[in-house]
């Protein structure tokens, strides 16, 4: 049996058999690499160079944990924001690419001590001496997931960085000759005359003939014309809807109540007060003295004396205290009470502990209504995923939108509607939708295309389906049915024509050699003269703020005539005050200042557009909404 097996292992068949093992074996190892062959696994390329998905993705995480630092719970993160969030932290990469490919074009590199000294400057890393403290950059390091590698990769591509656009930088500079121009247009003044005919002041016209209305009505047929209407059927889900079918159980909330017990406790806050020096005995000294002497600046004199310092280190929380050491004896210290000299990496510490704020518990029977709401909503929104495809898959197979509206407990509304909201009678429509995305969703509605079939849409409203059933366009009504409102409108226009004409009568004047205060005297009309005034609103200025810009744009003493909301007004230049600029030295400094920074920054952003152009940046959109759905 053994000798024929061994005839059999010496055939081509069988060397053949097990060269098909080997190789089966070879691709179940390699297998994610055999499936991405011709597949584009970058989430970007930049030059060539690829910015993979796990380094977008970590890149994309330490921004979302960044800013939900800073807003501390205020916003809640949905998916638009981590997309914004993703693209921003792929576009970060790519921009720190180009720059990193410039920087090697050019030969620039960032030696070792550069690096170094710079993070010894960095005050977030000093400690209470003033010097860096490894516990503070080990710290920002844990805080922001980052190893030392990383931070010191990403601060030298940094500071590569600033030489480049350093350099681009350094060539912006405000002329003298261009600020100074800059700054007596700015503080420019002027005096003008200024006559307003208000629409209301226009004296009652004549009733105007059945021929002149009629000629009103059809020239203006938007206005008294009725909206469009559409005949539609609309079906809305979302997880407000679902909470009522959601049961919440007391077990759920005491599960939910020991997961999160953390959120429910205020921890125990003191105001803790500090004398480091680098002598024990200095610190024994302290210690004595300090338990008799109330006033902290006495004890700060004596700290200063004995070549040390004493500061406040504010309310903190255990947490809060850079050094355990610290933590446990503060913590362990009675209100008022002075410590024995505590040893740390930075001295002999003295605490006392000025005021305690107890910490607090919020009971299970105090959040369990907090509680049962959040358990509700969470499930609810799982549960209104789970009906839109129940809900697809009906429309898909034939059903109308009020049988799925009904069948899967839709809100749902069906009738004709204009696009404010409103019904052919004048009353509002209840749409299912919350008051806050009911613009939005009357937007969709009118954008939605006739006959369309309708499918589930994502939004402010949540999920919505639109059936638009008929369109109904606008029509002229007829003249007997609004005469009121064609009477009304015929007068306001009447008025303002009236204003509009002895306004243009008054600029016809003072373009023929009158001033405007003797064309309005002999008008019967009140003329102002306002002024010296500047060409920003508010302050005092006496010019109404729409009018500053056409003034300041007259030339000489150039009238001008401006239709307000209201009212027509005709303007006239009267005197022009030039800035004096030899009291301006500092306004003209700091013009310069802010000015090249701003070329600067110009400069600098259009670099960096053209290096980017060079590049031949290749960002793969399908994969950076991956990292947006992976980057919690």
Not at 312 to 327: F, H, I, K, Q, V
Not at 436 to 441: E, G, N, S, V
Request: proline residues 4%; glycine residues 6%; hydrophobic residues 45%.
């Amino acid at each position: 049996m053994i000798t024929a097996m061994r005839r059999l292992a010496g055939t081509w068949f069988a060397k053949l058999l097990f060269l098909l093992l080997v190789l089966s074996f070879a691709a179940w190892g390699i297998e994610d690499m055999l499936r991405n062959i011709g597949r584009e696994t970058a989430v970007a390329r930049v030059g060539g160079e690829a910015i993979e998905a796990d380094e977008a993705q970590e890149a994309a995480r330490r921004e979302l944990q960044r800013i939900q630092r800073q807003l501390q719970g205020r916003i809640e993160i949905d998916q638009r924001i981590r997309q914004a969030i993703a693209g921003q932290a792929v576009e970060a990469l790519v921009q720190e690419r180009v720059l990193r490919q410039e920087a090697t074009r050019m030969g620039l590199a960032v030696p070792d001590d550069a690096v170094r000294n710079y993070v010894f400057q960095i005050p977030a890393f000093a400690g209470p001496d003033g010097r860096f403290s490894r516990l503070n950059f080990d710290a920002f390091l844990r805080n922001n997931g980052l190893t030392e590698g990383q931070f010191l990769g990403l601060l030298r591509a940094d500071l590569a960085r600033q030489q480049l656009t350093g350099a681009v930088r350094s060539g912006a500079a405000t002329p003298a000759a261009l600020a100074e121009r800059m700054l007596a247009w700015n503080l420019e003044q002027r005096t003008a005359t200024l006559v307003e005919l208000p629409f209301a002041d226009a004296p009652e016209p004549e009733a105007p003939t059945d021929a002149q209305l009629a000629r009103f009505h059809e020239n203006n047929a938007g206005r008294f014309s009725t909206p469009e209407y559409r005949e539609i059927a609309v079906a809305t889900l979302n997880a407000a809807r679902m909470v009522s079918e959601i049961q919440v159980t007391d077990r759920d909330i005491e599960d939910a109540y020991a997961a999160a017990r953390a959120r429910f406790e205020t921890p125990e806050k003191r105001e803790v007060q500090q004398v480091l020096v680098q002598e024990e005995g200095a610190a024994q000294r302290l210690a004595e003295r300090w338990r008799t002497e109330a006033d902290f600046a006495v004890i700060e004199a004596a700290a200063a004396e004995a070549g040390g310092t004493a500061s406040n280190l504010g309310l903190s929380t255990r947490a809060d205290l850079p050094l355990p050491e610290l933590a446990d004896a503060a913590f362990a210290l009675e209100p008022g009470a002075v410590s024995a000299p505590v040893r740390t990496p930075f001295g002999w510490h003295v605490l006392k502990v000025a005021r305690v704020e107890a910490g607090t518990t919020r009971t299970l029977d105090e959040v369990k209504e907090e509680l049962r709401g959040e358990i509700a909503s969470e499930r609810a929104a799982d549960l209104a995923f789970e009906r839109v495809n129940q809900v697809e898959d009906a429309l898909s197979g034939g059903a109308t939108l009020a049988e799925a509206a009904q069948r899967y407990s839709l809100g749902f509304y069906e009738g004709k509607i204009d696009a404010t909201g409103r019904s052919p009678d004048g009353a509002e429509v209840e749409l299912p939708v919350a008051a806050a995305a009911r613009t939005a969703a009357l937007r969709a509605i009118f954008q939605t295309e006739r006959g369309a079939a309708p499918r589930l849409r994502e939004g402010e409203w949540g999920f919505m389906a639109v059936e638009v059933r008929d369109v109904t366009p606008p029509a002229l009504r007829p003249l007997d049915t609004v005469r009121e409102q064609v009477v009304a409108a015929w007068t306001r226009d009447a008025r303002r024509r009236h204003q509009e004409e002895r306004a243009a009568a008054l600029l016809a004047a003072v373009r023929g050699g009158q001033t405007l205060a003797a064309a309005a005297e002999a008008a019967g009309v009140r003329a102002e003269e306002l002024g010296p005034f500047g060409r920003e609103a508010g302050g005092g200025n006496p010019m109404p703020r729409d009018l500053l810009a056409p003034v300041f744009e007259l030339r000489g003493n150039d009238p001008t005539m401006v239709e307000r909301a209201q009212s027509f007004a005709v303007l006239q230049v009267l005197s022009v005050t030039p800035a004096d600029l030899s009291a301006q030295t500092e306004a003209l400094t700091t013009l310069r200042s802010e000015t090249a920074q701003s070329m600067a920054e110009d400069i600098e952003a259009q670099y960096q557009a053209a290096l980017r152009a060079r590049a031949n940046v290749r960002i793969n959109p399908r994969l950076v909404e991956q990292i947006a759905g992976s980057s919690e």
